[in-house]
Structures are given as structure tokens and as C-alpha cells.
């Protein structure tokens, strides 16, 4: 023991130099504002600026469908007719479809099989 304490006391800078190296390694790799902690914020804050700006650019586009909607009733009525199949009285509607349909093999329960 008494040999730890005069090598201590010879050698005074080297507490210091200890508990600094302790700080370090607790708040560079362990504690909540590590280095490690601090690389995944940056990547989550990237990932969220690319949602900003994905959401920014749908705002924009819905604010100029918006402003044309407004503005031109034509737009509108083309609108109703594209998204919602709405007709004019005199009018028929055909609707096609690209989907690739799977024939239905099994027999309908309202059909007569002989």
C-alpha cells in the first residue's frame, strides 16, 4: 500500500490523465450522447428530411390540382369523370381494365350443371 501511494504521489499527472480517459470512454461510447448515439440521429434526421421533402412535393401537387379545380370547372368535371365514373344523363360508362384476370375454375353454386 505504502509502495501505491509514493508511486502516486510520483507520479501526480496520472490520476488526471485516468479519469480523463474514463470521461471520455463514458461519454464517447456509452452514455445517451454518444458518438454512436449521435451517428443514429444524423441517419434518423435524414431519413426525416427525406419525408419532408416527399410530403413537401405532394403538398405542392395537391395545391395546384387545388388552385386548377377552382379556377376551371371543366377540370372539375373531368375529375368527377376520371376518379369517380360520373356521367351525364345521356351518357354510358365503360369501364377497362388492364388486370390480368384468372379464369374461375370452380363452378358457381347459382349455376345448373348437367
Same mark, same amino acid.
Given at each position: 500500500m505504502k509502495r =501505491?501511494?509514493?508511486l502516486m504521489s510520483r507520479l501526480r499527472n496520472l490520476k488526471y490523465?485516468?479519469?480523463?480517459?474514463?470521461?471520455?470512454? =463514458?461519454?464517447g461510447f456509452i452514455g445517451s450522447n454518444s458518438v454512436w448515439a449521435h451517428f443514429g440521429? $444524423?441517419?434518423?434526421?435524414?431519413e426525416l428530411q427525406e419525408e419532408i421533402d416527399h410530403y413537401d412535393s405532394e403538398y405542392r401537387r395537391d395545391q395546384a390540382?387545388?388552385?386548377?379545380?377552382?379556377?376551371?370547372?371543366?377540370?372539375m368535371e373531368r375529375i368527377a369523370r376520371e376518379r369517380y365514373f $360520373?356521367? $351525364?344523363d345521356d351518357e354510358d360508362i365503360f369501364v377497362l381494365? *388492364? *388486370?390480368a384476370r384468372?379464369?374461375?375454375t370452380k363452378a358457381h353454386s347459382d349455376e345448373t350443371v348437367e
Open positions: =501505491f501511494f509514493a490523465i485516468i479519469v480523463l480517459a474514463i470521461g471520455v470512454a =463514458f461519454i440521429y $444524423m441517419s434518423r434526421i435524414s390540382q387545388i388552385r386548377q379545380l377552382v379556377g376551371n370547372p371543366k377540370a $360520373m356521367k $351525364m381494365s *388492364d *388486370d384468372t379464369p374461375n
